[in-house]
């Protein structure tokens, strides 16, 4: 009877904490729902701009995306191309100094976007912009980009967080990988927006006034650098806005060991920002600032995929120690499935997307096995391998 009492308050405490989860899940994918509505005039004057690419071993791609780039429909005088070749072939190099962009080598140790990005600014130190956009070596934009960006700036948007997707869905792993991002855009980004929070940034597709990036990215080290910007954005509230009809196409990992070695040095960055911010909380609620208590708590949160293995398995366990028991766990199970089945977008949800499910339980005993395998892996770049679409 003990043991009974024991386990009924083990169960009621962790459903507790799932379902607060959930539900945080839940709120904002049904706030992603509905429509955003962007209606900022045409900018009345061309801002200046600085685009920076951080490039470590991106041979296979950074040309082509150079010249893809360089299709913006957007006075050439008012922005500057820069990229930072971080253990590029000289070859590379050389065919990158023919083209109208400033060309940074740099080869650093221990490498990271972090360092690239400081040397980059350290560069720039003479000239003058309005606002930074950082990108991957692999993002490609519309001719419009700059534009759009140029429109949102004037109407006051001082630190933006592009619509990042998918730009090869080839293998089932590129396909989850998507998926994953999506969900992420739905919920942290274009859900959290609509009820009045900053969006989450991503780590590409991110513009900043240059002004405040230019003085706090003195203060930014690992290889999770979009967490340590949110960090500081939030703690000086500044408001992250989300331009979900300003598309960037990122490369998805096409490998299960690739996407287990993102998920892992992304996990281990969530653990470092969450270890680092937990001591601001109590001055947070103290002060009102709900974007950066938010924050904190999306860094409480476990993964998606473990959160689905862990009320899984307890509703199938609670099943046959007391069918009674395993009722919330079943709804709450169906819950979480409800909310990212809200955030997943239609174009994703096809055949090949379903065949792609069944890796799922893999992905999620690799995540677990991460958890255990993330010490000093946000200290390091972690180069995505590219291969053909």
Not at 56 to 64: A, C, G, N
Not at 181 to 193: L, P
Not at 252 to 275: P, V, Y
Request: hydrophobic share 45%; glycine share 4%.
């Amino acid at each position: 009877m003990d043991e009974l009492i024991i386990i009924d308050t083990l169960d009621t405490i962790l459903f507790f904490l799932m379902a607060i989860s959930v539900g945080y899940l839940f709120v904002f994918a049904v706030a992603s729902m509905s429509r955003m509505n962007y209606s900022y005039p045409l900018a009345k004057k061309k801002y200046r701009f600085a685009i920076l690419f951080p490039a470590y071993k991106e041979d296979k791609v950074i040309e082509q995306t150079m010249q893809s780039f360089l299709q913006q429909e957007y006075l050439k005088e008012s922005y500057d191309v820069v990229v930072i070749s971080d253990k590029m072939k000289d070859s590379t190099n050389q065919r990158l100094r023919q083209l109208p962009i400033d060309l940074l080598i740099v080869d650093f140790e221990n490498s990271s976007k972090a360092k690239a990005l400081n040397f980059g600014m350290d560069q720039l130190a003479d000239r003058e912009y309005d606002m930074i956009v950082i990108l991957d070596a692999d993002n490609t934009v519309q001719p419009n980009f700059l534009q759009q960006i140029s429109n949102a700036y004037e109407s006051g948007a001082n630190v933006i967080q592009a619509h990042r997707m998918a730009k090869n869905l080839n293998t089932s792993t590129a396909i989850l990988d998507a998926v994953s991002e999506e969900i992420n855009n739905s919920i942290f980004r274009k859900g959290h927006v609509k009820l009045g929070l900053s969006s989450a940034l991503i780590g590409s597709g991110m513009v900043f006034e240059y002004g405040w990036f230019k003085e706090n990215i003195k203060k930014v080290s690992s290889a999770g650098e979009d967490k340590e910007l949110e960090m500081l954005l939030l703690k000086q509230r500044v408001y992250i806005d989300y331009m979900d009809n300003i598309p960037v196409y990122d490369e998805k990992t096409q490998k299960e060991n690739a996407f287990n070695n993102q998920r892992r040095r992304w996990l281990s960055a969530q653990f470092a920002s969450l270890w680092e911010a937990l001591p601001d909380l109590p001055d947070a609620i103290f002060t009102r600032n709900i974007d950066y208590c938010d924050k904190i708590f999306q860094w409480m949160m476990l993964p998606r995929v473990l959160m689905i293995g862990v009320i899984g398995l307890l509703s199938i366990a609670t099943t046959f120690i007391n069918w009674e028991w395993s009722i919330k766990w079943w709804i709450l199970l169906l819950i979480l499935f409800g909310a990212l089945c809200m955030a997943i977008p239609d174009y994703l949800v096809n055949k090949p997307f379903k065949k792609a499910i069944i890796k799922v339980p893999l992905l999620a005993f690799m995540m677990f096995l991460n958890l255990f395998r993330t010490k000093g892996v946000n200290k390091k770049f972690i180069h995505t391998e590219h291969g053909e679409h």
